[in-house]
């Protein structure tokens, strides 16, 4: 079991930054990626960015690349989001997920934080 804990989220203004942090914590061993997934109210839930657990891989949707920067502190078994230039469109509530060595999709969820973007 991975327990994750969102954090960061809050409301600001068009063109503004946050930084979303994601505690890890229990079975960290068995990681092989973490992510970062939003929801809007009436859609689906849509990817944001990955990062390997060691941290030498990253992907991120065409939506927030260029814009998001997903990092990962392995001593503190911790994952960033670093959201720059927020768009409207990017107010969501925000999940931290885990993937595990062998699984071929994310099975550890956060509870989220919510992140508001007004124009």
């Known amino acids: 079991q991975v327990q994750l804990v969102e954090s960061g989220g809050g409301l600001v203004q068009a063109g503004e930054s946050l930084r979303l942090s994601c505690a890890a914590s229990g079975r960290t061993s068995s990681v092989d990626r973490m992510g970062w997934f939003r929801q809007a109210p009436g859609k689906e839930r849509e990817f944001v960015a990955t990062?390997?657990?060691?941290?030498?891989?990253?992907y991120y949707a065409d939506s927030t690349k260029g814009r998001f920067t997903i990092s990962r502190d392995t001593a503190k078994n911790m994952v960033y989001l670093q959201m720059n230039s927020l768009k409207p469109e990017d107010t969501a509530l925000y999940y931290c997920?885990?993937?595990?060595?062998?699984?071929?999709?994310?099975?550890?969820w956060g509870q989220g934080t919510q992140v508001t973007v007004s124009s």
């Open positions: 990062i390997s657990w060691s941290g030498t891989s990253t």
């Open positions: 997920a885990v993937k595990v060595l062998g699984a071929i999709r994310y099975d550890y």
